[in-house]
């Protein structure tokens, strides 16, 4: 009986690691289905991205966002339809500031005219994002694919789900918690705002013209000279949402170190920036960084990025391969 039993015991263990690393996401997942997927998606992203920079910032905050809500799945590209009735994580409050939806679409053409119904939009969006990356003198990170695309998209959950501008430390720890993210992850990633920019509503004008819902309040947890700068020359009232700002000024097309060095300046620009040196922990991280070089950071924010990378993806048979990123296969 023992015997029998050990028997079926590795049985089930060996069945269990295949089925595992099946499921699993996995460099060059597209190696034989389509050889060529990572080449096309890199040439076009190199064809154009220099040509419009800060695009980089946003489709690396879009990947974030996306796998923020129900895991990267690229539940963030869907649009609304009659019949399913749902407004979509595209329209949420979270969302209505990111853009380069069509610049996805475009690289989509193109994959499914070489390869139809192969590549996920959802391993699309995190190649796209590390690419834009790359070719704007960012770090490069390891992107391993597989992953599928969900088919549910509700406005609500990123509301609820993505970290907001306005978090204090421990609302943004338990929102990384809840992705299994740690204190770690969250000054890394933070660290993409070096190339970051702001709409002053409803990025950030709180901090200046309404701290704590009292009108007129000032954050005092942000630098008074920078506050005053910000009031004369860009966010000159509280419901400005047009105007632009950069979130590390002087430095906002290049990722380096500059947007930790202005956090102990306490010249983040959102309270979620200022929130990372209120703890211990995080300010020790930050210092550490500091200490360190380019390429450390480069090295760390790496393993973040891949870590954030598989959140709750969906890989063997769960979800689907979209046709068009905006919508469910019919």
Same mark, same amino acid.
């Given at each position: 009986?023992?015997?029998?039993?050990?028997?079926?015991?590795?049985?089930?263990?060996?069945?269990?690691?295949?089925?595992?690393?099946?499921?699993?996401?996995?460099?060059n997942f597209y190696a034989k289905t389509c050889p060529k997927a990572e080449e096309i998606v890199q040439d076009y992203v190199h064809e154009h991205i220099p040509n419009a920079p800060s695009l980089a910032a946003t489709l690396i905050r879009m990947h974030f966002?996306?796998?923020?809500?129900?895991?990267?799945?690229?539940?963030?590209?869907?649009?609304?339809?009659?019949?399913?009735?749902?407004? +979509?994580?595209?329209?949420?409050?979270?969302? %209505?500031?990111?853009?380069?939806?069509?610049?996805?679409?475009?690289?989509?053409?193109?994959?499914?005219?070489?390869?139809?119904?192969?590549?996920?939009?959802?391993?699309?969006?995190?190649?796209?994002?590390?690419?834009?990356?790359?070719?704007?003198?960012?770090?490069?990170?390891?992107?391993?694919?597989?992953?599928?695309?969900?088919?549910?998209?509700?406005?609500?959950?990123?509301?609820?789900?993505?970290?907001?501008?306005?978090?204090?430390?421990?609302?943004?720890?338990?929102?990384?918690?809840?992705?299994?993210?740690?204190?770690?992850?969250?000054?890394?990633?933070?660290?993409?705002?070096?190339?970051?920019?702001?709409?002053c509503f409803p990025g950030f004008s709180n901090r200046l013209y309404n701290f704590s819902g009292i009108l007129g309040n000032q954050d005092p947890s942000l630098d008074s000279e920078y506050a005053a700068n910000l009031k004369a020359r860009k966010c000159k +009232?509280?419901?400005?949402?047009?105007?632009?700002?950069?979130?590390?000024?002087?430095?906002?097309?290049?990722?380096?170190?500059?947007?930790?060095?202005?956090?102990?300046?306490?010249?983040?620009?959102?309270?979620?920036?200022?929130?990372?040196?209120?703890?211990?922990?995080?300010?020790?991280?930050?210092?550490?960084?500091?200490?360190?070089?380019?390429?450390?950071?480069? %090295?760390?924010?790496?393993?973040?990025?891949?870590?954030?990378?598989?959140?709750?993806?969906?890989?063997?048979?769960?979800?689907?391969?979209?046709?068009?990123?905006?919508?469910?296969?019919?």
């Open positions: 009986m023992y015997t029998f039993g050990y028997f079926w015991l590795v049985i089930l263990a060996i069945l269990g690691a295949i089925n595992s690393s099946q499921a699993d996401l996995q460099l966002h996306d796998c923020f809500v129900r895991g990267c799945d690229a539940s963030i590209l869907l649009n609304f339809t009659s019949s399913s009735g749902n407004q +979509t994580e595209k329209i949420a409050i979270p969302n %209505q500031t990111v853009r380069g939806f069509d610049f996805i679409d475009r690289v989509k053409g193109l994959v499914e005219a070489e390869c139809p119904g192969v590549v996920s939009c959802a391993d699309i969006i995190a190649l796209v994002a590390r690419d834009s990356i790359v070719v704007t003198g960012g770090p490069f990170w390891r992107v391993p694919t597989g992953r599928r695309d969900g088919q549910i998209s509700n406005a609500p959950e990123a509301l609820t789900n993505i970290p907001a501008p306005f978090f204090n430390f421990t609302q943004l720890q338990t929102s990384f918690a809840n992705k299994g993210l740690d204190l770690k992850d969250l000054v890394l990633l933070s660290g993409a705002h070096t190339i970051g920019i702001a709409h +009232t509280i419901n400005d949402t047009t105007t632009i700002v950069e979130m590390d000024p002087g430095s906002f097309r290049t990722f380096d170190l500059s947007y930790y060095r202005l956090l102990l300046k306490r010249r983040g620009l959102f309270q979620s920036d200022a929130a990372l040196i209120t703890s211990s922990t995080t300010l020790s991280y930050i210092n550490q960084l500091l200490q360190g070089s380019l390429l450390n950071f480069y %090295q760390e924010f790496a393993l973040s990025m891949e870590k954030m990378g598989r959140i709750e993806v969906k890989t063997g048979s769960s979800g689907e391969i979209r046709k068009h990123c905006a919508f469910v296969n019919s």
